[in-house]
């Protein structure tokens, strides 16, 4: 069940020099959703993302993020393309890192660790270390790390590109149940067609040269999904009306099913 809008991008522009990566784009999030951004490299995904959770400054436009529990301190967890984990702490203090920087002492925190750690099934490695763990299970660190504050929204930038078909499918069943459970708002960037139909309630299709939004598309099929909506009828309509939108936004070789 989705609610009030609680990311409100207005008219929001970024250029890196001569650049302009972002042209006047416009979009509503509403609690409760899990929205995709699709399109190819250098539409402005991954920098719209960045722009969502402050790490770039706007050049022109607004965002505004509107917590309903007015609380903004810890509303934003943010994933990365790359597990991005310390290769010298472990895994529990990798997760503990955000707490740590919040100010928050190991007696207070402790507890979310492990409940991080035990959501994405690695209870028994809190003691382990990067270099320990395959791709899956560092990428699972990594969302724990960003699920410990306990966000509203969680903002995902291409996490799985880089693992195999069946770590990735696992990762998406996971990621939807995790987001279900905890009331999550999601925004996910990916260059996948099939993943984006899979994981999402709504597809934002973005060109690019300049990066603008030029589909807005709902997906109606009930939510959390599962495997057995890969093989229906409706999944294959869906994947072939997203893909139908972003070819016409780019060349046919630049699309990746």
């Not at 917590?67 to 994933?79: K, Q, R, Y």
Request: charged residues 25%; negative net charge; hydrophobic residues 40%.
């Amino acid at each position: 069940m989705t609610g009030d809008p609680i990311i409100t991008m207005d008219r929001v522009s970024k250029q890196f020099g001569d650049v302009l990566a972002i042209d006047d784009m416009s979009m509503n999030i509403r609690e409760g959703e899990f929205v995709t951004l699709l399109g190819p490299s250098g539409c402005g995904k991954s920098t719209a993302l960045k722009l969502v959770a402050g790490f770039l400054p706007l050049t022109a436009g607004n965002i505004k993020i509107s917590p309903p529990n007015g609380d903004a301190e810890h509303d934003l967890g943010f994933v990365f393309q790359e597990p991005t984990l310390m290769p010298w702490a472990s895994d529990f203090d990798n997760v503990y890192l955000p707490q740590e920087l919040a100010g928050v002492g190991r007696g207070g925190g402790e507890p979310r660790e492990h409940e991080a750690l035990k959501e994405v099934g690695l209870s028994r490695f809190a003691r382990s270390y990067p270099r320990q763990l395959s791709g899956g299970m560092k990428m699972r660190v990594s969302i724990a790390r960003a699920l410990v504050t306990r966000p509203r929204i969680l903002l995902m930038d291409e996490p799985f590109a880089a693992l195999d078909d069946m770590t990735r499918t696992n990762l998406n069943n996971d990621l939807m149940q995790l987001s279900d459970d905890h009331g999550l708002t999601g925004v996910f960037v990916t260059h996948s067609v099939f993943e984006s139909v899979y994981l999402s309630t709504r597809v934002i299709v973005m060109a690019a040269r300049p990066g603008r939004l030029v589909a807005d598309m709902p997906l109606d099929a009930p939510w959390p999904r599962n495997e057995d909506y890969r093989t229906s009828i409706e999944f294959t309509d869906e994947t072939r009306r997203v893909s139908e939108t972003l070819k016409g936004t780019l060349h046919v070789d630049e699309i990746d099913h």
